[in-house]
């Protein structure tokens, strides 16, 4: 089944204590993206890939990194998690061109404290 | 740059009502226009989508047509049901730009009562 997995669901953790969702997807995608998603805010894009080894800045980049070393797996990293990071995060890959959709993840539910 | 602007939520309808959902977009390109839906506790999913002018795409008994005259991509639905609560997002893609050429709306929650 075609698919794009994120892990862990639900992740509580504390300030400062370094963690990593992982995501991966079967379809052979070279974009790929992190998203967070506020109430009130919508969307807002972390980072994103075109490709394997080729990642972008999106619009909150800031306390966040990736890495794109294969092209199935984008990894969404958190060095030292701050309050401010609580928030619900989707991973979306797809095909480069313009008329290919998103296709998400279930989701990441990150409390930090 | 390209833009994506949609009606500000939430939108409480009865069941079996009309359903309409404004979204208009800013682009230099041709972009490709979707919506995507997110039930309660899920990711997005697409729900339908138009590559190019006067396109309709359909789902689910939901239509939108790509307008280029008046750069909209409006969602409607002739009947709701309970089932159809949720978030819809319009987005649209193009080469070029920045974000990997996708941008997203922010959402229109929608609250359908039986």
């Known amino acids: 089944e075609a698919q794009v997995t994120q892990n862990p669901r639900y992740l509580i953790t504390v300030t400062g204590k370094k963690l990593t969702v992982t995501c991966s997807q079967n379809m052979n995608h070279e974009y790929m993206s992190w998203y967070r998603q506020d109430p009130g805010l919508g969307l807002r894009q972390i980072y994103y890939?075109?490709?394997?080894?080729?990642?972008d800045k999106g619009d909150v980049p800031e306390g966040y990194k990736v890495s794109r070393k294969e092209k199935r797996n984008f990894p969404l990293i958190l060095e030292s998690p701050s309050p401010n990071q609580t928030s619900l995060y989707f991973c979306?890959?797809?095909?480069?061109?313009?008329?290919?959709?998103?296709?998400f993840g279930n989701g990441t539910r990150l409390t930090v404290t | 740059g390209n833009s994506v602007t949609q009606m500000e939520g939430p939108v409480t309808l009865s069941e079996e009502a009309f359903l309409t959902i404004n979204c208009t977009y800013t682009a230099t390109g041709y972009p490709s226009l979707f919506w995507y839906v997110q039930y309660p506790g899920e990711g997005l999913q697409l729900l339908l989508k138009?590559?190019?002018?006067?396109d309709k795409g359909s789902n689910k008994g939901f239509e939108a047509t790509y307008r280029k005259e008046t750069t909209s991509f409006h969602l409607e639905k002739g009947s709701v049901q309970v089932s159809d609560s949720a978030v819809y997002f319009c987005a649209l893609r193009d080469y070029g730009g920045s974000q990997g050429n996708l941008i997203f709306g922010k959402g229109t929650k929608l609250s359908v009562k039986p």
């Open positions: 138009a590559t190019k002018a006067d």
């Open positions: 979306a890959s797809s095909f480069p061109q313009p008329n290919s959709p998103l296709h």
């Open positions: 890939s075109m490709n394997v080894e080729v990642t």
